[in-house]
């Protein structure tokens, strides 16, 4: 259900019912692109069941997914329409179009073109933990995850939204565990690591599937270099990517999360999935937390 997570705070303010939020939601629902538009975003069904709700709650927790479509234009394209139309305007006039007027040109081209161009779309988990008041959203993009947070504040109007810091910062923590070879407890250091030197040369070291507890790791921190990913595991049962701004990626829940568990239909099977991993990233993030010094307040 989650590949990836960026974890947001949610303001101590903000209250609203199920039957509340899907109101909202309902208002604000995917609606596919217009002959003219870029992009189009909505929310659908997290089920993926026509006229199922847009906000499905699962063992206190609420999830919403959010959908992105937008209209593909290749740059060329664009570029070659443009060059097409200023070369036709300086054939009428004799004058070749100024830097004003080739943007109003690159404008008018676009709109020419976008009924023709193809669209793709994708689709973004998002999980409300009302009881932490944490808000969860599957992207490794954080820029992605910023348009999505933006879109949630926007259709329920009373939510307030910050990311979520810790007092130490995880590449700081991440080159602590790496020098002293003493993860923080409940969790295991992997195999697989990214080091970033801070200078100029900005040179990269990659380790993959490899053991970490060696000097040669320790030799690149002391001599500068940073963590900027690091594999890790959680109580043997989650294993996932920590960057170095707290986003958690490539989440992997490992086969003991799922033992006693059987095939069950697609309606069950959602309601177990979610049971899953809610369950299990619920008491993740706060040993997160806690291993990077705890949460860092606003104004504190």
């Known amino acids: 259900m989650f590949k990836n997570?960026?974890?947001?705070?949610?303001?101590?303010?903000?209250?609203?019912?199920?039957?509340?939020?899907?109101?909202?939601?309902?208002?604000?629902?995917?609606?596919e692109c217009g002959a003219t538009q870029q992009q189009s975003s909505g929310w659908v069904e997290p089920r993926g069941i026509k006229h199922a709700p847009l906000v499905e709650k699962v063992g206190g927790q609420l999830l919403l997914?959010?959908?992105?479509?937008?209209?593909?234009?290749?740059?060329a394209v664009v570029k070659r329409r443009t060059e097409e139309i200023a070369a036709k305007i300086e054939q009428d006039t004799g004058r070749k179009p100024g830097k004003k007027q080739t943007k109003e040109i690159k404008e008018q081209a676009m709109l020419e073109l976008l009924p023709m161009a193809f669209t793709k779309q994708a689709s973004v988990n998002v999980w409300i933990d009302p009881d932490q008041r944490l808000l969860l959203?599957?992207?490794?993009?954080?820029?992605?995850?910023?348009?999505?947070?933006?879109?949630?504040?926007?259709?329920?109007?009373?939510?307030?939204?910050?990311?979520?810091?810790?007092?130490?910062?995880?590449?700081?923590a991440m080159s602590e565990w790496?020098?002293?070879?003493?993860?923080?407890?409940s969790f295991t250091v992997d195999r697989d690591c990214e080091l970033k030197?801070?200078?100029?040369?900005?040179?990269?070291?990659r380790y993959s599937r490899h053991l970490l507890d060696i000097d040669e790791v320790r030799q690149h921190i002391t001599s500068g270099k940073v963590p900027t990913k690091l594999g890790m595991s959680w109580?043997?049962?989650?294993?996932?990517?920590?960057?170095?701004?707290?986003?958690?990626?490539?989440?992997?829940f490992l086969d003991v999360v799922f033992e006693g568990q059987k095939a069950s239909s697609k309606?069950?099977?959602?309601?177990?999935?979610a049971a899953i991993a809610t369950g299990e990233l619920s008491q993740l993030?706060?040993?997160?937390?806690?291993?990077?010094?705890?949460e860092q307040l606003i104004g504190g």
């Open 5 to 31: 997570l960026t974890v947001y705070r949610i303001g101590p303010d903000w209250s609203a019912s199920v039957a509340q939020m899907e109101e909202s939601l309902y208002k604000a629902r995917f609606v």
């Open 197 to 205: 030197s801070a200078d100029e040369m900005k040179s990269v070291v």
């Open 137 to 172: 959203v599957d992207s490794s993009s954080q820029g992605k995850a910023d348009e999505v947070v933006g879109f949630l504040v926007k259709t329920l109007e009373t939510i307030a939204v910050s990311q979520l810091h810790t007092k130490q910062s995880a590449a700081v």
């Open 178 to 185: 790496l020098v002293s070879g003493e993860p923080p407890a």
């Open 267 to 273: 309606d069950e099977a959602f309601d177990a999935d």
């Open 65 to 75: 997914k959010l959908m992105i479509e937008q209209r593909v234009l290749p740059g």
């Open 285 to 294: 993030i706060p040993d997160l937390v806690d291993a990077l010094g705890g």
């Open 235 to 252: 109580e043997g049962r989650v294993s996932f990517m920590l960057t170095d701004t707290m986003q958690i990626k490539k989440l992997t």
